[in-house]
Each structure stands twice: as structure tokens, then as C-alpha cells.
């Protein structure tokens, strides 16, 4: 069986390899409120245990699963950066 990178550009995912994507960190409450949305499906509690179930026995249209990737897309592009601080023993400042 192929890893759904390999089959993101070939299949729509549903079932398993659709939670699979809902359960990514980037994907929150917000997204899958707006995902059920755009299917015209409106829930009143938006937490996983409402909205996987209908999201994964439903289809997803091309245009909800580009939002997905969107979201996954956004995540992994934005720049990271890592703050460190160091200990300087030095009589010698580092800016002339």
C-alpha cells in the first residue's frame, strides 16, 4: 500500500487516510468547522468526536480537499526559527 504523499496528487482520501490528515497538528477545530461548512453540514459541538465521523464516511470534493492542502501547505512553509541565548565570557564586547 502506497503512503498518501505518494497518492495526495492521485486520490481523494477517505475513511482512514482521511483521519489520518484531519489528525495532522496544523488541521484544528476551526478548519474542520469550515470543512463541514463548505459540504453545507452545520454541527453544534465542532470537537473530534463530531466531526470525524461525518468527515470520514463523507466524500470530499476537489475543492474541500485543496483547502486541506492548503492548510497542511501553510504549515510546513512557514520559516522557523529558534532563539538560543549564550553564556559570552569575555571582557571583549561583540559590537564594536
Not at 453544534?44 to 464516511?57: A, G, K, Q, R, V
Not at 497542511?72 to 559590537?95: C, G, H, P, V, Y
Amino acid at each position: 500500500m502506497e503512503k498518501i504523499a505518494d497518492n495526495i496528487n492521485r486520490f481523494l482520501p477517505c475513511g482512514d487516510s482521511l483521519r489520518a490528515i484531519l489528525q495532522h497538528d496544523s488541521i484544528k477545530d476551526r478548519e474542520r468547522r469550515h470543512l463541514l461548512r463548505m459540504k453545507g453540514v452545520f454541527v453544534n459541538n465542532c470537537d473530534e468526536d463530531s466531526t470525524f465521523p461525518i468527515l470520514t464516511t463523507s466524500l470530499l470534493s476537489p475543492n474541500e480537499f485543496e483547502f486541506l492542502k492548503e492548510k497542511l501547505q501553510a504549515r510546513e512553509d512557514r520559516e522557523k526559527t529558534i532563539t538560543r541565548t549564550l553564556d559570552w565570557e569575555s571582557n571583549k564586547s561583540l559590537i564594536p
